[in-house]
């Protein structure tokens, strides 16, 4: 397969990701109940969510290979750290797909006790940091892509900023109705990353 066919693909992977993650944060269930989270809406929610880890984690590591040495350090840390960070939530996101439906409906104690399991023991310190690695590394990656013309100005400069402001919006100074905008915003942006890729594929190939 050649390297242009699998940049189009990263993008295409990208456009799907991005509205997926933006209707993911949106319709999230607001109440973290047994009877909601062992509903098949639930079920549902999640297993969108990490459609769109999975798709935006091909897709970002089909646009950045190809002209990783272009990207330098800071394009190398920023994939790096948003791997790792998007790694670590598809596992939680896997918890709460698959095994806190179970709980839910078969042991409602466990979940009324501990939640949807974000704020289980050492998991309400982790998740968070992957969260705001997962951002970070994409702020990064913005940063390389625009310093070195791989993606428009435009397109590079609205990838840092909705990054960061995904970021607040995941924080505890945000709020829900903060992280449902920036995340619709963040998805928005890498729908636009995906479909510049798509168009205009030869941009993100080594120089």
């Known amino acids: 397969m050649e390297v242009r066919t699998i940049i189009k693909l990263g993008g295409v992977c990208m456009m799907i990701s991005g509205p997926v993650l933006g209707y993911s944060y949106i319709t999230h269930p607001t109440h973290m109940t047994p009877e909601v989270i062992g509903s098949p809406f639930w079920i549902l ?25 272009r990207s330098g350090v800071p394009g190398l840390v920023g994939f790096v750290t948003l791997f790792v960070g998007m790694m670590m939530i598809f596992g939680l996101d896997y918890y709460e797909t698959l095994i806190a439906p179970y709980l839910a409906v078969h042991y409602p104690q466990v979940i009324a006790d501990h939640g949807p399991g974000d704020a289980m023991g050492p998991v309400a310190i982790f998740f968070p940091l992957a969260g705001m690695m997962t951002v970070v590394g994409y702020a990064l990656l913005g940063a390389a892509w625009l310093g070195n013309s791989i993606v428009s100005r435009q397109l590079g400069a609205s990838l840092i900023v ?7 919006g995941l924080s505890p100074f945000g709020g829900l109705m903060a992280a449902r905008i920036t995340a619709a915003a963040f998805g ?19 120089a």
């Not at 880890?53 to 590591?61: E, F, S, V």
């Open 45 to 69: 929610i999640h297993a969108l969510f990490a459609l769109s880890l999975a798709l935006g984690l091909l897709g970002t590591l089909a646009l950045y290979a190809p002209g990783a040495t």
């Open 162 to 168: 909705t990054a960061l402001a995904f970021g607040f």
């Open 188 to 206: 928005l942006c890498l729908t636009g990353i995906g479909f510049a890729a798509w168009r205009n594929a030869d941009r993100f190939q080594p």
